[in-house]
């Protein structure tokens, strides 16, 4: 079984940026396709971005285009995911997710227990 750790999280200000890491226990990410995720209270959880296991392909959401930047590591067996011009909304548990398609992402068999981003106005 493989076990997922997301780090980076915390509390900014609007417009400041933050660098989430996604970590795999036991192994590496290297062969897996990588997605975030993040669920807001009270709200469903909801797609970020994902790429493909050798970085070719990134798909982001609308929501989070021209601000957020995923990237892999694999000499570091981490997956990152860069946040820059933070806004409020943004606020949630951000979970990183491997091992599915880059186009079924939410069906990933690992799922990391998430990490806080908190954005203050």
């Known amino acids: 079984q493989v076990q997922l750790v997301e780090s980076g999280g915390g509390l900014v200000q609007a417009g400041d940026s933050l660098r989430l890491s996604c970590t795999a226990s036991?192994?590496?990410?290297?062969?897996?396709?990588v997605g975030w995720f993040r669920q807001a209270p009270g709200k469903e959880r909801e797609f970020v971005t994902a790429?493909?296991?050798?970085?070719?392909?990134?798909v982001y959401a609308d929501s989070v285009k021209g601000r957020f930047t995923i990237s892999k590591s694999n000499r570091k067996q981490t997956v990152y995911l860069q946040m820059n011009s933070l806004k409020p909304e943004d606020t949630a548990v951000y979970y990183c997710?491997?091992?599915?398609?880059?186009?079924?992402?939410?069906?990933?068999?690992?799922w990391g227990q998430g990490t806080q981003v908190t954005v203050s106005s």
């Open positions: 997710a491997a091992g599915a398609s880059i186009n079924s992402m939410a069906s990933a068999p690992y």
């Open positions: 036991g192994g590496s990410l290297s062969a897996d396709n």
């Open positions: 790429i493909t296991y050798n970085g070719a392909t990134t």
